[in-house]
Each structure stands twice: as C-alpha cells, then as structure tokens.
C-alpha cells in the first residue's frame, strides 16, 4: 500500500488550497480515508474522514471551510482547504485504515495503518 500527497504550500490568510492523495496497491475502495494534521508541539489530529459511499465527516475547527471528497477511478483523496486561517497550519497526511465511524474525535492514528508521507501547509496572518 501506497499514499502520495501533493499540493501542500504556503498562502495567505483567507487563501485556498487543495490537497491530493494518490493511493496504489490496494482495492482503493476497501478502506476508510482519513486526512490528519499535526502542528509543531501538537499531537496528530483528525480533520475529515471518508467512507466508500461517499459519507464525510469532519473537525468541527475545520466544518465549512474544508471539504473531503474522492474519485474512486483515479484511486485519489482530495481535500479541499478554503478560508484558510493561520491555525491551520501543520503537517497534513492521509491514511487509510479502519474506524468507528461518528465523530472525528474517535477518529485515532492507530485505527489507521497505511500513510502518507506528509505534506506541509503554512497560512501566514
């Protein structure tokens, strides 16, 4: 199993980014997608999470202005980062893996196996 992120950057307050995760050696469809970011200091947190019927779910810090979405025959994530603030900023990464689904807050990094590499989002005020 294979995740590669792209699309990170830096941007201004108020800016957009989005971000891509490309998955390969796997039935993309068999496993629960999940973005997470971890800031310097900080413990890794859940953002928005994705199931095979389309079903999202997300941090409330992030609810109207990020969207998960995927398209199954590219095998990609997508998250869509709108009205970006400067406490976004942190290390993205996706997983794939398998959780209770609700809220993001059961959403843990143990339940998810597979990751990303990372990549980094600065928002400066």
């Known amino acids: 199993v294979q995740l590669v992120e792209s699309g990170g950057g830096s941007v201004q307050s108020g800016g957009s980014l989005r971000l891509s995760c490309t998955a390969s050696g796997y039935t993309y469809r068999r496993y629960h997608m999940g973005w997470f970011r971890q800031a310097p200091g900080k413990e890794r947190e859940g953002v928005a999470s994705?199931?095979?019927?389309?079903?999202?779910t997300y941090a409330d810090s992030v609810k109207g202005r990020f969207t998960i979405s995927q398209d199954n025959a590219k095998n990609t994530l997508y998250l869509q980062m709108n009205s970006l603030k400067s406490e976004d900023t942190a290390m993205y990464y996706c997983a794939a893996g398998s959780w209770r689904w609700g809220s993001i807050k059961n959403m843990r990094p143990s339940d998810f196996p597979y990751w990303g590499q990372g990549t980094q989002v600065t928002v400066s005020s």
């Open positions: 994705i199931i095979s019927d389309g079903s999202t």
